[in-house]
Each structure stands twice: as C-alpha cells, then as structure tokens.
C-alpha cells in the first residue's frame, strides 16, 4: 500500500524566511511519481510539481525548490524568502505504477501561514 | 479552457436529503476523478473513470453514493440519503494520458458540502 507523511500540520513563519516542508512516502513499488499541489484559501488545488521515481535531481523553481531523496523516502519542498500570498495549504501526493497503476494519495497536508 | 466546473460551489441539506454533485471536466481529458476532503481524513479518492467508465470505486464509502458519467463531458455523484458526516469538500478532477498515476490532476473549485 502507498503512504504519504506531512508530519508538519501547520508551520508559521514571518515573511521572508526560508521554510521546508517535510513529505515521506511509503511504497515497495520501483516505479513511481511524486506531486505537490498547493491549496490556497480559495480552495481550489493547484499542482506545483511531479517527479517520477528515476529521476532524482533537485528542482529550482523560482522561490521553490524540491528535494527528492530515495535513500530516506522523501520529497521536501523548500520555499526561500516566503511571502504572505504562499499562505495556503500544501500537500504531497504519491501514486505508484507497479501495482495496479493506482491514481494518487495525498498526505493530510501541511498549512502554511506567512506573516508580514 | 474553463478548466474543471464543479457546481453548486455550496450546497447545504437537510439530513435524508438527496444531493447531487455536478462536474465538467476538461474538453479531452479521458480520466475523471472524485475525491473528498475533510478536516479529520484529508483527501480520500472516491471513484475514478477513464473513457466514461467507472475504473475503480472501492473509495466509494457505502451504497448512499454513487457516480455516473453519461459522457466525456459530465459526470455527477450523488447522495441519498445524506446524512451529516457526508459534509466535506468534494472535488472532481480530470486528466490526460495513458497512466493515471504519472498524469497531472487538474482540480476543479470543489462543492461544499453541509448536511444539517
């Protein structure tokens, strides 16, 4: 079975502090993709990123930036210089394609405030 | 693109009510998804189709939902009867390509849902 941790619930940081969303995933597949989606207050989920299982090189995304390390199983999101609009609810999601090519499971999410 | 409509955006009921959820997805998108948001299990996935057919509905919770879609361009879920631990967020999603794991899920705005 797939797992995704966000053992973070929620993290408060002043404006223009760097912060690292922690995601750990559980699955005994080789072959699998990793996301982030950010939920801001609107509701609606927007996807940030997708990494696949052979691909481990970091990402640099503007202020974003992921870190993906199969040895300890996790995807950390770091954002750098925060600001009070990445406010919003951010979760990791995994899905793997060995055993039945399942759709993706998210973690419970990890919500950010960005204070001015 | 409008991206994925979901209506109502609110809908409030009273218990044994029946509701139904509305959603468009995006014009070629072959895969739609239903997923459920609540505070106390996150986001669960309900059922998803491909091509119009229903592939996997075992996150449907009991026999009080089912999901339909007629045709590439409209699915519903609905309820009934409701009953107030049915209250929740509910998104409709869809995607494109041949594995729904590796795909990106675009979300629609979500239903709110609160059952009295």
């Known amino acids: 079975a797939q797992k995704v941790t966000q053992a973070q619930t929620e993290i408060s940081v002043v404006e223009k502090e760097d912060v690292t969303l922690d995601c750990v995933y559980e699955?005994?597949?080789?072959?699998?993709?990793l996301f982030w989606y950010k939920q801001p207050p609107s509701g609606e989920l927007v996807f940030l990123i997708r990494?696949?299982?052979?691909?481990?090189q970091n990402e640099i995304s503007g202020r974003y930036s992921w870190n993906f390390q199969k040895s300890t199983s996790s995807f950390n999101f770091t954002i750098t210089a925060s600001q009070v609009v990445d406010s919003a609810v951010y979760f990791c999601?995994?899905?793997?394609?060995?055993?039945?090519?399942?759709?993706?499971?998210f973690g419970k999410g990890t919500r950010l405030s960005v204070i001015a | 693109d409008a991206g994925v409509i979901q209506s109502p955006r609110h809908e409030v009921t009273e218990m044994g009510q029946e509701v139904t959820l509305r959603c468009k997805p995006i014009?070629?998108?072959?895969?739609l998804f239903w997923y459920r948001q609540t505070m106390m299990r996150g986001l669960e996935l309900l059922i998803y189709?491909?091509?119009?057919?229903?592939?996997?509905d075992s996150g449907m919770p009991e026999d009080r939902f089912s999901a339909k879609m007629p045709n590439a361009s409209f699915s519903t879920l609905k309820i009934q009867p409701s009953e107030p631990r049915d209250s929740a967020v509910y998104f409709c999603?869809?995607?494109?390509?041949?594995?729904?794991?590796?795909?990106?899920?675009?979300f629609g705005a979500g239903s709110r849902l609160t059952v009295l």
């Open positions: 990494r696949n299982s052979f691909d481990e």
């Open positions: 999603a869809s995607s494109f390509g041949r594995t729904p794991g590796a795909n990106v899920l675009t």
């Open positions: 014009s070629g998108h072959d895969y």
């Open positions: 189709f491909n091509n119009n057919v229903p592939i996997d």
């Open positions: 699955t005994r597949d080789t072959t699998y993709y």
């Open positions: 999601a995994l899905s793997a394609l060995n055993s039945g090519n399942t759709p993706l499971v």
